[in-house]
């Protein structure tokens, strides 16, 4: 990654000497960047880059505080630094007692996965199905879809893939999931019956078409020994990271 980066500043570093005119570049946000309270990912690297390299944008970049030296340009120098924030957060993120585990078929919960970890810096971790879950399997209007038979038999432990080694260094685990017919996926009960939460704050989250989140809620904490459970909250596909940063925010954490 480091040289292939290096490759490619040096690639684009005649052409962007002189700069690329910014997409809308918000005073606010070069500002935050300045202060250094931007946490910048490797969306923003490839993002800045694409940029750079005037390749198509993957996402509307008006006001992304690209522009890390304050000189009103996004040029190479700007994704030097970026490189160097983004190569701290994850030094950060490997000392971080907060962890995000999640389970996401369809994107929806990963996405709010992606913004709390850009929020918190935490670590991840996805569970993901030792068989996956196929576009059959989760075709709810099916009475028999494998997704519709297992949340219809509390007892079903469908297998994980490549089981957590250890949560041992964590103090804090949000916990994310779809909603699948008003309750947990029955996956997230094979997560947390394979680890010891007795000492952890479990938060839990989830995103839905409109369903709300107390009814997993209650199951998780009635499922195995959890330390401290705090009300969890339940996400909109459509939420934003502002969403997500204000529900961080409020939650009652050290940070
Ligand atoms: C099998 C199944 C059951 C679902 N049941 C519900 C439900 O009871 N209430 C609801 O609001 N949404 C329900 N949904 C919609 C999902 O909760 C929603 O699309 C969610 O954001 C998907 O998250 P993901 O993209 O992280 O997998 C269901 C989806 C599936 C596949």
Redesign the pocket.
């Known amino acids: 990654m480091k040289k292939l980066l290096s490759i490619i500043a040096s690639g684009i570093m005649l052409a962007s000497l002189s700069g690329f005119d910014t997409p809308d570049t918000a005073d606010t946000d070069a500002v935050s960047a300045a202060t250094g309270t931007v946490r910048y990912t490797d969306d923003d690297l490839r993002n800045l880059q694409d940029f750079l390299l005037a390749r198509p944008a993957k996402e509307d970049l008006t006001g992304k505080p690209y522009d890390l030296n304050g000189d009103e340009v996004w040029d190479v120098f700007d994704l030097c630094l970026m490189r160097k924030e983004v190569e701290k957060s994850a030094d950060t993120a490997s000392d971080s007692d907060t962890i995000v585990v999640?389970?996401?078929?369809?994107?929806?919960?990963?996405?709010?996965t992606e913004y709390l970890i850009d929020i918190t810096g935490a670590d991840s971790y996805v569970i993901e199905a030792a068989v996956p879950?196929t576009d059959e399997?989760?075709?709810?209007n099916n009475s028999g879809?494998r997704?519709?038979k297992e949340?219809n038999d509390k007892t079903v432990r469908p297998e994980i893939a490549g089981p957590i080694a250890s949560l041992d260094s964590y103090d804090t685990v949000f916990l994310?999931?779809?909603?699948?017919?008003?309750?947990e996926?029955r996956i997230i009960d094979t997560f947390l019956e394979s680890c010891d939460l007795s000492e952890k704050t479990v938060i839990p989250f989830?995103?839905?078409?409109?369903?709300?989140i107390s009814t997993s809620e209650r199951n998780i904490g009635t499922l195995v020994p959890i330390g401290k459970q705090l009300t969890g909250k339940r996400?909109?596909?459509s939420a934003s990271k502002t969403d997500v940063e204000t529900w961080y925010d409020s939650l009652p954490l050290d940070k």
């Open positions: 999640y389970f996401s078929r369809t994107g929806n919960t990963e996405k709010i879950y399997d989760i075709a709810y879809c997704a519709n949340q994310g999931y779809p909603i699948w017919w008003g309750e996926p989830c995103t839905s078409g409109s369903s709300g996400f909109a596909a």
